[in-house]
Each structure stands twice: as structure tokens, then as C-alpha cells.
T-cell receptor
Framework: SQTIHQWPATLVQPVGSPLSLECTVEGTSNPNLYWYRQAAGRGLQLLFYSVGIGQISSEVPQNLSASRPQDRQFILSSKKLLLSDSGFYLC???????????FGSGTRLTVV | AQTVTQSQPEMSVQEAETVTLSCTYDTSESDYYLFWYKQPPSRQMILVIRQEAYKQQNATENRFSVNFQKAAKSFSLKISDSQLGDAAMYFCAYSNAGGTSYGKLTFGQGTILTVHP
């Protein structure tokens, strides 16, 4: 079965500081990987997805970027955080039969 | 683009009773997947149940069952014999089955379920 490791769990960063959130996947190879953001405890919004190393697609233009330097590693970054970047960030991967979506435990980001 | 709508921001139920959470979706695709996810206070996303659009039979997982009405584009979740541990935010989600969708999930806005003892 697939396992996602996501860190850090909680992060408080000042406005204008850089950001790096990391996600690694175990138990599968060449997975589809996704970054979602959940604002104010409501619905999840897809930010980025990747179908392979170096392949990144952005769903929502914003202050964030993503990278996939290795097959099972997915990184969410920002050069300068905005207050509006605060939220709960979740990494996810999809199983081979489209029912095995696995989510990481999430990162609660507060920009102050 | 696909959309998912959960019209009930909050619902409550008495322990041991039954509650139904509503979800409607909009798509022009014929082959897709629908999901219900549970998010407890820990915020971990937990898959509750899934439905494949080409299957007419409604999915069931123990106390959880769905009423899938493809023509009406409706996908409701029924929780029977509600337990205190069922209290959580519930999300309805949609995914195209086709390869070009890359498995992206579209979520509804969620329904907060409160279970009263």
C-alpha cells in the first residue's frame, strides 16, 4: 500500500519569507502527485499536479511553484510568502485503480 | 470543467440515528469516479466510499452507503447507526476516468457533521 510522508506538520512564517514543503511517497513507482490547499476549513483546491519527474502542471496561477526532482518526491515552494498563502496544504497520490487516493497528513501554514 | 456542490454546510444527527449528506455534480463525461472523504479534527483525509459511474449498483461500506443517481448527477451519502466518531467534515469529490484528466480530484465545499450523544 502507498504511504505519503509530508512535512513539516506546522509552519509559521513571516510575510516575504521563502517556503519549502516536501512530500515523499512510498509503496509505488511513477505515481501521479498532487498538491491541494484547504483554506478556512472548507473545500480543497488543486494547486499543482505531476505525472512524472520534472513534469509540473499548475491549476491556479499564484505565488507558489512546485517541483518534482525525483520520482517519489514532490516539493511546494515560494520565494516570498503572502498573507493569502496561509492555509492547510495536502499532498496526495492516486492509486493505480483510481480508488487508492492517498493523502499526506498535511501542513498547516500560517503567514504572519 | 466539472463542479461539485454540497448544499448542506452543516448537518447534525443523534447517535444511532441515520443521516444523509447531499452532493450534486456537473460533468459532460460518461465515465468517472465519485468519492466521499471524511476529515476529522486531525485533518487527515480518509476515504469513506467510492463509486464508479459505470456501475449501477450503489456502493456500500459497512454503515456507509451511497445513493448514486447518474441521470440526476446526484451522489448522496447515508450514514446508518451514527456514532460519535463519525463527527467530521465530509467531502464529496469527483474524478474523470479518462487518462487526460490525470486523476485530478474536484471537491465540494464540505459538510460539517455533528453527532449528538
Amino acid at each position: 500500500s502507498q504511504t505519503i510522508h509530508q512535512w513539516p506538520a506546522t509552519l509559521v512564517q513571516p510575510v516575504g519569507s521563502p517556503l519549502s514543503l516536501e512530500c515523499t511517497v512510498e509503496g509505488t513507482s511513477n505515481p501521479n502527485l498532487y498538491w491541494y490547499r484547504q483554506a478556512a476549513g472548507r473545500g480543497l483546491q488543486l494547486l499543482f499536479y505531476s505525472v512524472g519527474i520534472g513534469q509540473i502542471s499548475s491549476e491556479v496561477p499564484q505565488n507558489l511553484s512546485a517541483s518534482r526532482p525525483q520520482d517519489r518526491q514532490f516539493i511546494l515552494s515560494s520565494k516570498k510568502l503572502l498573507l493569502s498563502d496561509s492555509g492547510f496544504y495536502l499532498c496526495a497520490t492516486r492509486g493505480t485503480k483510481n480508488y487508492g487516493y492517498t493523502f499526506g497528513s498535511g501542513t498547516r501554514l500560517t503567514v504572519v | 470543467a466539472q463542479t461539485v456542490t454540497q448544499s448542506q454546510p452543516e448537518m447534525s444527527v443523534q447517535e444511532a440515528e441515520t443521516v444523509t449528506l447531499s452532493c450534486t455534480y456537473d460533468t459532460s463525461e460518461s465515465d468517472y469516479y465519485l468519492f466521499w472523504y471524511k476529515q476529522p479534527p486531525s485533518r487527515q483525509m480518509i476515504l469513506v466510499i467510492r463509486q464508479e459511474a459505470y456501475k449501477q449498483q450503489n456502493a456500500t461500506e459497512n454503515r456507509f452507503s451511497v445513493n448514486f443517481q447518474k441521470a440526476a448527477k446526484s451522489f448522496s451519502l447515508k450514514i446508518s447507526d451514527s456514532q460519535l466518531g463519525d463527527a467530521a467534515m465530509y467531502f464529496c469529490a469527483y474524478s474523470n476516468a479518462g487518462g487526460t484528466s490525470y486523476g485530478k480530484l474536484t471537491f465540494g465545499q464540505g459538510t460539517i457533521l455533528t453527532v449528538h450523544p
